[in-house]
């Protein structure tokens, strides 16, 4: 029985820190999420992808200024497109991007910048991101969405403030 | 195919009487054949896509065959993470653990009835797979809209695993009935475990084929709904991996310690594990929806939590199974806290398979905590990272592990030894060192911005940075076509040119803490069947039911292929 024993020390050793390990991760997941504010997308609202181009603010994709700083962009995805194609703010601004889908999933994705969504017909995505550093950050299409899945990419231009 | 050698006698904790389990060998061979067959056109198109990475686009030379970039990336990931995986467990399980019970399955019948139906799925979603009429990816979003005999074969398949399921179960019934009191034979256990996690898990698949995507696909319905069936996808499609990676499991705890010349550290803590697999595996999917919308983002993180949970059984693996490796290696001679590893016998190509993909895998798990990190999954979601991740859990974890049994199955099977012991021993550690590179370039891109599932040698905005890991990922790409091509060579000579006798295959190890130190709810279902349900619901419900109330199945479907 003392083998037995000596197995049960060593598994104790081992499950102790395995236990620790998982939650300190949890840990320093929690601090990221609600000490520096880095969130997921979440729960916005549906839109009928069949009337999309007849519904605010999908009816008018495009940039629009709210506040000193503060941009909101609408944006469709189709295949195999986004539109506005180009967005171009002030360094230093924050964008709210809403985004829908037109046909099939599409995904939008800004290396670098914290902006990672899928783009589902049927729903309404929101993610805001800073952009601080001037400089061309190309947005891409990242989920198969077709034969021209590659070419389906845009831009935001982030210009120095003057 | 009927490769049926009489079997090797039933060892372990199973007792010594040698039943016939002829049937359940060709069986065996039978599955093993279709998993083969898709693995070959996996590596196949594999190659075309490592290579358009690297700039060289093969793709015009193929046309007949292969329309297109994406065309190629379906059939690659279709038959490699779905058939070659799905077809080797449903014949491997059954085999080991009827073994294990030292008793033929229950029902024989139903058996080839099994794999018949599973063979007539397959087929059927092959024809407009192979066709370019189902050029959806092995997840299938719509309204991406195949046609509609790839979804109903490839339901055939998941009830085919069904029938599995309910023939080891019967087969558990008749064993219990003459051995009341006797805990379960390790290896059935784990198989039965691994059965009962899949047939719980795939009913979200098996829903989403059922309700949405099969009566759209035949024109029953009018629409779909994206999100609704992303989510029914991935309630199976996260567990579905440790259903690909248990069955490495069981081999690493069941059969490689003795493989090594030792014996396995501890039963009871190998039960604890893939008990805790069946109960915490499928409550955490949305860590593939982290960046959905329609989702709230409490219920992300509580699937994130779920997910760190599950990283628990996997670390006792690490320990439990690192612990028996070590117990043959000393075993042979191995002194200090390292350097027995190198007492391994690394001659033996079985097992140097599995050691290797155990190294490789450990990365895989460290990759995987980073995916499951809630917004740190933000860098690397849907880029190239992700099937650098993939390559390492089901292309190297399991596939590696899975050539490694072979390398003894096989000769069982057809009674002939192994042709080319040093060259199947080249074959695995090509694996290993190609895969590292591949995987490697494909992590590098993806926390540089490349998106996954891209054609990114005809994409215009390729950046400066990712130009030198590119020609990386077509290099290992080779490497592990190199390996692939030896692999099948070794297999088909040992059918063909073998001529010495298949030696003993490996036997079920004894372990150091036997079962008779698991206390008896480690042997029970169930508890931990009732707990996976209360998981489940805790973590799916009100998501699911909210979904299933508020969706109207109205978004119409595309072919933009």
Redesign the interface.
Known sequence: MK??TT??L??LA??LP??A???G??VA?AV??FGAG???????G?V???HVAATPPFDAPGVKQIAPGQYEVGMLAQ?WSFTPGEIRVPAGSTVHFWVT?K???H?L?I??A?V???V???????VEARFDRPGEY?M????????A???M?GKVIVEPRS | MSAGAPPGPATGDAGALAPDLGVESRQMAAYLAVALGALFGGVVTGLLQALEHAGINLYPWVTPFIASYYHGLTVHGVLNVLVWTTFFICGFLPYIATRAFGLPLARRGLAWLTFWLMTSGLVLAAIPLVGNAATVMFTFYPPLRAHWAFYVGLTLVVLGTWLVTLNLVLTYRTWRRANPGRRTPLAAFMSLATFAMWAIASLGLAAEMLFMLIPWSLGLVAGTDALLARTLFWFTGHPIVYFWLLPAYISWYTLAPRQAGGKLFSDPLARTSFLLFLVLSTPLGFHHQYTDPGIHRGWKLLHAFLTFAVFFPSLLTFFNVTASLESGARARGGKGWVAWFGKLPWGDPSLAAQVLAMLLFTFGGVGGLINASYNLNLIVHNTAWIPGHLHLTVGTAVTLTFMGITYWLVPTLCGRALWGRRVALVQVWLWFIGMAIFSHAMHQLGLLGAPRRTMLGAAAYVQPEWKAWLPLVGFGGAILFASSLLYFLILVLTLLASRRPAPAPPEFAEAMSGPDHSPPILDRWRPWLALAAVLIAIAYGPTLLHLIATTPLTTPGFRVW
């Open positions: 083998r037995g197995i049960y060593y598994e081992w499950i395995s236990i390990l998982p939650v991760m949890l997941l990221t999420a880095i969130h997921l997308p979440s729960e916005v549906r009928n992808p069949l295949i889908s046909d099939v999933v995904g994705f290396p670098h914290n990672n969504v899928m589902l017909p049927g729903q309404i995505a929101h190309p891409l299409c990242h989920e198969y969405c077709g034969i899945h590659h070419t990419a």
